[in-house]
């Protein structure tokens, strides 16, 4: 039998007391799963770490309240429940087999058999277990496959998909994380017959597995196997830009920056988006964000950003900015450079927005600096109003006021005293001169 280091897992005060308070005569607790996986080929250094016992859910949840532990219990009529030990969570789930399944749900019996647990799960990689001593536990060869990058299902595949049609999307995401063999057509053949199904699922489950696919290192190769399996039409539709995807293989070093949000916004093709916030149950957050990333990028100009960094940030923020750029760069991949964009986005990263009267300067020295140039088309003189370009973001009382002391519109009741004060100090640093002809038009409030 094989054996694992897990000293780190061992000197856990958190892991330690659940396996004290989980042994019992005949009873047995090990790690199962990902964290597994993750040991195995050394995957990362943070575990999610996952145990599988023989003690039955009701038994589980008494020891748990008997030491006043936190409890979930939101998978319980399956067997699982998530113990919450200063601030750490564990998905405790007890042996089972599958009595009956219908694609979507499967009704469970609980088993002290490891043998029948390991068998009804999806994976060869996915059923390793391992005891408190390290002693690995593997019943399907998964160590090997795992090694090796197969992802290969226990038993018939198209019977185990049957009995869950996630298993599908299951599949590719295992692959996206794990996978190094090419996927065999007779594999490709089963996906197409029965990825139809994956209609079936709830939004919530296929989002969960498609989020994770989309954030891993190795999303393009998987999602045109997945496009050319007929299964990705069942999540996004048809006629995405699946290509510029490729393009943000180049940007590994920033990949931790690159959000679920902007990766879809450049995977999706615009008359898409609602169809797919839909199918996929997108949260409002996402939903706006996705969709500013798109409208904003219809005026976007790289070097205007270059120039006007500070200025982007403080109206749209860090965030939305550099998924503009990353949005910007895979767009447009044979023109742009991967240390430009690297380098620009380096830069805004830390950068630190002027706040107060300091923004006001800023932006009202960029307010006159564009209307010094372009005020006489903007005013109408022959009723001296202003008339405001709806596409320029920017204090309508500064716009204004740059537009009196170079126009002499006459407005009334527009401006506090300290408005003028910044716009006087910021426009006499321009060379605007300031006449009290040009004060005497306002009727300054009280402030």
Request: aromatic residues 10%; contains cysteine; positive net charge.
């Amino acid at each position: 039998m094989s054996s694992l280091n897990i000293k780190k897992w061992k000197s856990n005060k958190n892991i330690k007391l659940l396996f004290k308070i989980f042994k019992k005569d005949n009873e047995e607790t090990r790690f199962i799963g990902g964290c597994i996986r993750d040991l195995i080929i050394k995957k990362k250094e943070n575990y999610d770490v996952d145990l599988a016992t023989t003690l039955k859910p009701n038994e589980i949840i008494k020891i748990l309240k008997k030491k006043k532990i936190k409890i979930i219990k939101s998978g319980f009529s399956h067997g699982t429940v998530i113990a919450i030990l200063n601030k750490e969570k564990f998905e405790i789930t007890t042996l089972r087999k599958d009595i009956k399944t219908d694609g979507r749900h499967a009704k469970v019996k609980f088993t002290k058999d490891w043998i029948t647990d390991s068998n009804r799960r999806d994976f060869t990689i996915n059923a390793m277990s391992c005891d408190f001593n390290g002693n690995l536990y593997d019943y399907h060869v998964g160590v090997k496959d795992l090694k090796e990058g197969r992802i290969k299902f226990i038993g018939d595949p198209k019977k185990r998909i049957k009995e869950d049609f996630l298993r599908i999307l299951r599949y590719f995401r295992f692959y996206a994380y794990y996978g190094k063999k090419n996927i065999e057509k007779p594999q490709i053949n089963i996906f197409n017959n029965l990825s139809s199904n994956l209609k079936k699922l709830s939004s919530e489950r296929v989002y969960s597995e498609f989020k994770q696919i989309l954030l891993s290192d190795n999303l393009y190769k998987v999602i045109k196997l997945m496009e050319n399996s007929g299964v990705l039409k069942y999540i996004i539709f048809n006629n995405n830009n699946v290509e510029k995807i490729k393009s943000l293989n180049k940007l590994n070093k920033i990949n931790y920056l690159i959000d679920f949000s902007t990766r879809l916004a450049i995977l999706l093709n615009k008359k898409n988006v609602s169809r797919v916030s839909k199918n996929l149950k997108l949260s409002k957050t996402e939903n706006i964000k996705i969709k500013k990333i798109i409208q904003l990028h219809k005026d976007f100009n790289l070097k205007d950003f270059e120039k006007n960094k500070i200025k982007y940030i403080y109206y749209h923020g860090h965030e939305i900015c550099v998924s503009l750029l990353i949005y910007n760069f895979a767009k447009f991949p044979v023109n742009s450079k991967v240390t430009t964009y690297l380098k620009i986005i380096s830069s805004i990263k830390n950068l630190k927005i002027p706040k107060g009267r300091k923004i006001i300067n800023i932006g009202i020295i960029k307010i006159a600096e564009y209307f010094i140039k372009n005020v006489k088309p903007l005013i109408k003189k022959f009723n001296k109003t202003i008339q405001v370009p709806p596409d320029k973001s920017c204090s309508i009382r500064a716009l204004i006021f740059a537009s009196i002391c170079i126009g002499k519109t006459e407005i009334k009741n527009l401006l506090t005293s300290k408005d003028v004060l910044d716009s006087v100090r910021a426009l006499q640093k321009l060379g605007v001169k300031i006449t009290r002809s040009n004060l005497s038009l306002l009727n300054i409030e009280k402030t």
